[in-house]
């Protein structure tokens, strides 16, 4: 199976700062045919379900705002917030979805000062 | 509007079963893959079945195979989980998910809480 560990597990700003979260799996999630990684991102939000924010690793799901950015290729991807607002308080995790079992990564939970 | 609507679960004894219903509706079902995702009361998220369009092929993390059958009927648009020899372990929010074929889960249901307890 492939092991997501993310990093931190929790974390504390003030709106407007930037936020990086970072997951890093335990084998490869870059496709050699076609070159994408399957990796994604979620939120979720406190009472709420997830809902995905990033797949294969960069390309944002259609209404997300664009100060979340996904990137990173192979083992090693990084969810960066830009200007943070208070309505992103919430839980993120990562995901890969290159082979089964898919496996989440243990979550981040960013708290706004 | 897509729509996936949970229903089923409850409380329940360890070693029995139940099953789980998520009712999709605002597009075509029979399109989709589609999965159960679940997440223990405070932990963290745990895929648990994914089921091809046509239903031939199924999914299960090791955690749950044996045990556990995902099913679906494409004409009523409907998702299933049967779930067997439940164990204290099992207890969680359990998501009924859509997914697209370039990524994992797209659209998640609200969630239905299943208990294990005696």
């Known amino acids: 199976d492939i092991v997501m560990t993310q990093s931190p597990s929790s974390l504390a700003v003030s709106a407007g700062e930037t936020v990086t979260i970072n997951c890093k799996s335990s084998?490869?999630?870059?496709?050699?045919?076609?070159?994408?990684?399957?990796l994604a991102w979620y939120q979720q939000k406190p009472g709420q379900s997830p809902k995905l924010l990033i797949y294969?690793?960069?390309t944002r799901e259609s209404g997300v705002p664009d100060r979340f950015i996904g990137s990173g290729s192979g083992t090693d991807f990084t969810l960066t917030i830009s200007s943070v607002q208070a309505e992103d308080l919430a839980d993120y995790y990562c995901?890969?979805?290159?082979?089964?079992?898919?496996?989440f990564g243990s979550g981040t939970k960013l708290e706004i000062k | 509007e897509v729509q996936l609507v949970e229903s089923g679960g409850g409380l329940v004894q360890p070693g029995r079963s139940l099953k789980l219903s998520c009712a999709a509706s605002?597009?075509?079902?029979?399109?989709?893959?589609m999965a159960w995702v679940r997440q223990a009361p405070k932990k963290g998220l745990e895929w648990v079945a994914t089921?091809?369009?046509?239903?031939?092929?199924?999914y299960y993390p090791d955690s749950v195979k044996g045990r556990f059958t995902i099913s679906r009927d494409n004409a009523k648009s409907s998702l299933y989980l049967q779930m067997n020899s439940l164990k204290s372990e099992d207890t969680a929010t359990y998501y009924c998910?859509?997914?697209?074929?370039?990524?994992?889960?797209?659209?998640w249901g609200q969630g239905v809480m299943v208990t294990v307890s005696s």
């Open positions: 998910a859509r997914r697209r074929s370039s990524s994992p889960f797209d659209y």
């Open positions: 605002g597009f075509t079902f029979s399109n989709y893959y």
């Open positions: 089921i091809s369009t046509s239903g031939s092929r199924t």
């Open positions: 084998q490869s999630l870059l496709s050699s045919g076609n070159q994408k990684n399957y």
């Open positions: 294969l690793a960069s």
């Open positions: 995901q890969q979805h290159y082979s089964y079992p898919f496996t």
